[in-house]
DNA sequence: CTGAAAGCGCTTACAG
DNA sequence: CTGAAAGCGCTTACAG
């Protein structure tokens, strides 16, 4: 990193401190008989340095860096295809990859960095501001991949073209004659859902076509929710010809409530999902859906982390990759 | 591991090669000023007795053990589900986990010793003896998730009961009412699917019911293989009017190959998958399946490879954990 | 609770 | 290509 610099030495802690080097040693190693003040100051002067102990130097030699992935909640199809595109740069760029589940205690930021690693992806994580100051003080650079939040200076990110989509994929049931089309969702709060929704409602909006209330859902981004959200929009006395879905798994739930209903796909109903995860071709039948690139998204996440592991600027702190309305067979004019 | 043994040190190999520090220490950071004869000798000694360099021996004081999960190719469903059990079991154990995609070149196995690896979980990999060697040199212990290869006593692994699953799935098929039933399984050389298939000519042959050649088929455990071997069944004079299949990933392309053909699921077709991965659960209609806990099968993988680590015996060498006939709805009586 | 002193493991500039 | 010697960074038993 600084290659002139001399590695801050006990000798110089010592120094600062007005103490021997034998009690820096002692702080370090966590030893009991140091005065608590002596120990604060000490710490704090460690700190302020950058002393790193001679076990966790391998942090800096290692020339594979070792980046954190971490998932909030259960690893699903969609964050499984951003680790095999966060795998393939690591592959590519020689860096060792590790995952976890989200949890942050107390010493979360400072434990990552004394266990090496040197940069975290979230993938679509909440994080608050105390977390972001945690990896500041411990200077832990962070990307997001497709965040919940609005992007935010503070915070490299990587996401997609969710607006773009949403209209893409409204525009394709319009041009097939629909006008009674809804739009179940995910999360209200998730702005990756709000884009898709007024991208929904740009294109009915362009289009003079009316959205009733009742049309429009949001929940989580779960089949579930799908099973759901499909019987709310079926059940109405003017059901829609045409449903426009947050994600791949909500269509999938959906198209199962019409299943049961003996309504056929896409005779009946249309439906178009979002992501293209394996889940949209392995339907049956296979699935009209919006092609997000995850695993590229993947790729840039990692390579963007690097880059900031090793000091260097980025040209903008968030980048969209292009979605793609990709047509298959849930799709259809409507009669 | 030998709290009261000292640590081996330069001096020791020093003494033993009949050379000086110095010399040793030249060896250990790759300086060209050693003798090739001398720079032999002395990396076997340093490997002989097991010497760490200091910037190593994080991984030997690590609070948290390092393990690598290395995948064969893509992360799929089924991966990733074994991953999400691996990382239940790391984040109750505090232990970290690398992903990394196989790929094994010359320093390999020594390389993951050096790069703080405590043991090394392979997902349905292929291994030589060449492997197990260079696994054994590097006294790196393995855990296979799912062995391709018979169970075999050289090598720990965690598997399912393959053919009690193939035998209850191809039970229900004539419970209900099938003669004609196909198996559309992976590839020949892997285990899981032979034992597949032998519990499913098992319960043929209980039941007295002939199984044409014709109606066995081997190929890949993907989507692709499961639209050409739905084909070529469907195709035949006498086509099946039940397939019970290797996975769920080759059922949904079977399923999707009988639905183009204007064949109704159930109805016309019934079809038993074989991992009731997610896939199994959101497929249209939902899938009737043989659920392997491969969550499960994760998490024992993980403990198994850090109770190896930590030098303890295992009871076995290959765990096997139940199947479990799930019925759903892609399965009825023969009309 | 602190630090002078001895010592350990390792590296390196340099003489041969 | 080798090693004696100086020296660095750190730790620890012990005196105060």
Known sequence: MRPDARRTTLATIAQAA??????????????????????????????????????????????????????????????????????????????????????????????????????????????????????DRAGLPLVVLDPLHLPHSRVNSVGATNFAGGLAATQHLLALGHRRIGYVGGPAIAVCNQARMHGFRAAMEAASAPVPAAYVRSGEFTYQAGLHGGAALLDLEEPPTAVFTGNDEIALGLIETARTRGLRIPEDLSVVGFDDTLLARMASPPLTTVRQPIREMGSVALRTALRLANGEKVESYHIELATELVTRESTAPCR
Request: glycine content about 6%; cysteine-free; hydrophobic content about 45%.
């Open 18 to 135: 007005g103490v021997s080097v034998a009690t820096v040693s002692k702080v370090v190693n966590e030893r009991s008989d140091v005065a608590p003040q002596t120990r604060a100051r000490v710490l704090e002067l460690l700190h302020q340095h950058g002393y790193i102990a001679p076990v966790f130097r391998h942090a800096e030699v290692a020339t594979n860096p070792t980046i954190e992935v971490q998932f909030d909640g259960d690893l699903k199809t969609y964050s499984a295809e951003a680790l095999a595109g966060i795998m393939d740069a690591a592959t590519d760029l020689g860096a060792s990859v590790v995952v976890s589940k989200a949890s942050r205690t107390t010493h979360w930021a400072r434990d990552l960095v004394a266990a090496g690693r040197r940069a975290l992806i979230a993938v679509t994580s909440v994080y608050t501001t105390a977390h972001l100051n945690a990896l």
